[in-house]
């Protein structure tokens, strides 16, 4: 959609985008990425199970 607003030419069935075109999409896309970062760095962390205490299993065993 961004590109195609930004049409500088068509040749021989070729398409040449602008400049503006271009840095457009790419800003877009590295935009989308940083969000995407900062979404997976506020994820909670998972927390490690934790292991039975030696003190339980031998009060089971008992």
């Known amino acids: 959609m961004v590109l195609n607003s930004h049409i500088a030419t068509v040749a021989n069935g070729f398409v040449f985008y602008t400049d503006g075109?271009?840095?457009?999409?790419?800003?877009?896309?590295?935009?989308?990425?940083?969000?995407?970062?900062?979404?997976?760095?506020?994820?909670p962390r998972a927390q490690p199970a934790a292991q039975p205490s030696?003190?339980?299993?031998?009060?089971?065993?008992?």
Do not use: E
């Open 21 to 43: 075109g271009i840095r457009t999409g790419f800003l877009i896309a590295a935009g989308a990425s940083l969000a995407g970062l900062l979404l997976a760095l506020a994820l």
């Open 54 to 62: 030696d003190d339980l299993a031998a009060q089971a065993v008992a």
